[in-house]
């Protein structure tokens, strides 16, 4: 368990957020930019959410492959593909549901043009990106034994 310390404010004091893993951790980051009034606050939020999609597909498809026999860490799935567009076909296939495929395709259809010099997404896009991303790492933490590869 990791814990990030914030300065809320001088009068509050640090305020400490416990973070499970890395993809919680990109997904607190993009929490900072998510409302934010310009182009360019979104556009972080959401290299945040692309990059926490990224982690959850590398831990999903770390744990399946660990689940069935194949001793799989993060960093062999890193090797074999590191991005969004090559991650998504392979957690695809360890999806729990047909609706879990669908997002996973419409993480790469609204995160990586915002994340580059397309069109950002707006707040209400993020959000849903943001939810979704939330229900698959929940359900898929109940759903392996021992929960997600970190």
């Not at 969004?84 to 995160?111: C, H, I, M, Y």
């Amino acid at each position: 368990m990791s814990y990030e310390l914030n300065l809320a404010s001088p009068k509050a004091g640090t305020v400490p957020t416990q973070t499970s893993d890395v993809s919680s951790q990109l997904m607190l980051d993009a929490e900072d930019n998510l409302n934010a009034p310009t182009a360019r606050g979104r556009r972080a939020a959401c290299g945040s959410y692309r990059s926490a999609a990224e982690r959850l597909a590398k831990q999903i498809i770390a744990t399946a492959r660990t689940e069935s026999g194949t001793l799989c860490s993060v960093a062999d799935v890193e090797m074999e593909a590191s991005v969004l567009g090559q991650l998504v076909p392979l957690v695809r296939g360890f999806a729990l549901s047909n609706d879990e495929k669908g997002k996973w395709n419409t993480f790469s259809t609204v995160l990586n043009p915002g994340n580059h010099d397309d069109d950002v997404p707006s707040t209400t896009e993020l959000k849903v990106m943001r939810g979704n991303l939330r229900a698959i790492a929940k359900s898929h933490r109940a759903h392996w034994t021992n929960g997600l590869v970190a």
